[in-house]
């Protein structure tokens, strides 16, 4: 005799519930979209706004998080009843993408060998402690530009990102990106780029998503690539509906192209900023770096030099020639390295 729930059905309910949520998110953008259109001004209509937001927008936006919220507690009853359930005790595979783990079909991330997609993992985690600079591994692609770009956000404010990705069933995840001027859940489901960024132990993670929603809705290119630095710093705009600018001096130094001084007042106003390098590798403090590639500005020094992160990962085996994970450049060396730079709209900038 059968004790447990039937799964199909929790799961198809969870399903409607999350389809509820993400219903309600849509209506409170159009009446937001509805109040803020209203050609009225003064005191009257500043009180008919607040009104509008603490009596109908927040409470549909509370109601939209509470059934996200009751859809992933029954997907996973549902996958703790199919563990209970099954002949061993304990369920299906849980593996995800790592290397060590490529080669088997059962499991949770299947990326076969011979292919060039990976099965999305079930859980990937999506806590706000997951959210840094050193979170993201490029892995095959050549995408630094728009990855360096999540780095620099997810620096300036992890939780912002976290607030804008969610679980909402079994292998599938909502992606919040502001796209033609408002919010637009993008739904990341089934398969994804193999050789796509992950996290820096090899598994997916939270920028994978982010990309696949990214690649979903345009903003990157149908291989997550792009044509130019500037449509990579788009990235920017999608991801928090802030603007950004994109310096580039082509080989000379320009007017479009940010004094040294701009780019540390950026950094210590707390800005996103990315660095792009010359097509020349040139030895920045003893140390490579590497060239026609981005770099996230982590901090600035007390000696006013600069700290740079490279999107490989933290992990990774860099070639001397390479450089490291972190690099220090200071003034001289980045007017003789660097070609390229995103400053973007700070944290209270964004849209909310």
């Known amino acids: ?45 500043e009180q008919f706004r607040v009104r509008a937001d603490s009596d109908a927008k927040s409470p549909l936006r509370e109601a939209a998080d509470r059934l996200r919220l009751l859809a992933q507690e029954l997907e996973r009853e549902a996958d703790e009843q199919d563990h209970a359930s099954a002949p061993d005790g304990v369920g299906g595979g849980g593996q995800v993408d790592g290397d060590e783990n490529k080669f088997w079909i059962w499991q949770d991330g299947w990326a076969p060998p011979w292919g060039s997609t990976a099965d ?10 997951e959210f840094t600079v050193d979170s993201i591994n490029q892995e095959g692609k050549g995408n630094c530009v728009p990855l360096s770009t999540l780095a620099a956000i997810a620096q300036a404010d992890p939780e912002f990102l976290a607030d804008h990705v969610h679980r909402v069933g079994r292998e599938r995840y909502e992606v919040d990106l502001f796209i ?44 997550g690539t792009y044509s130019s630095n500037e449509q990579g710093a788009s990235v920017f705009r999608a991801a928090t509906g802030g603007e950004f600018e994109y310096g580039y001096d082509g080989g000379f130094r320009s007017a479009d192209m940010p004094h040294y001084r701009e780019v540390v007042r950026a950094a210590e106003a707390g800005k996103p900023v990315v660095l792009c390098t010359e097509n020349s ?6 140390v ?32 001397p020639e390479d ?11 980045f007017d003789q390295l660097f070609d390229g730079v995103v400053i973007a709209d700070a944290p209270e900038d964004w849209e909310r």
């Not at 949520?21 to 209203?38: K, P």
């Not at 999305?120 to 402690?129: E, F, K, M, Y």
């Not at 450089?323 to 060396?333: A, F, L, P």
Request: proline letters at 3%; a negative charge; zero cysteines.
């Open 323 to 333: 450089g490291t994970h972190r690099i220090t450049v200071s003034q001289e060396e």
């Open 180 to 223: 033609d001027g408002q919010w637009t859940t993008v739904e990341v489901k089934g398969e994804i780029d193999r050789d796509g960024v992950r996290g820096p132990d090899g598994n997916q993670n939270w920028a994978t998503l982010y990309e696949q929603a990214l690649i979903q809705e345009g903003v990157l290119d149908e291989d």
């Open 281 to 286: 590798s040139v030895s920045a403090n003893g």
């Open 1 to 45: 005799m059968f004790y447990g729930s039937e799964t199909d059905g929790v799961r198809a309910h969870a399903e409607r519930l999350a389809g509820g949520g993400a219903a309600l998110e849509q209506m409170t953008t159009r009446l937001g979209t509805i109040v803020d259109g209203v050609a009225w001004i003064g005191q009257d209509a």
């Open 120 to 129: 999305l993992q079930n859980d990937i985690p999506l806590d706000a402690s």
């Open 288 to 319: 490579e770096i590497v060239e026609q590639h981005a770099y996230t500005v982590e901090s600035v020094n007390p000696d006013g030099s600069l700290t740079l992160v490279n999107p490989w990962g933290a992990d990774s085996n860099y070639d």
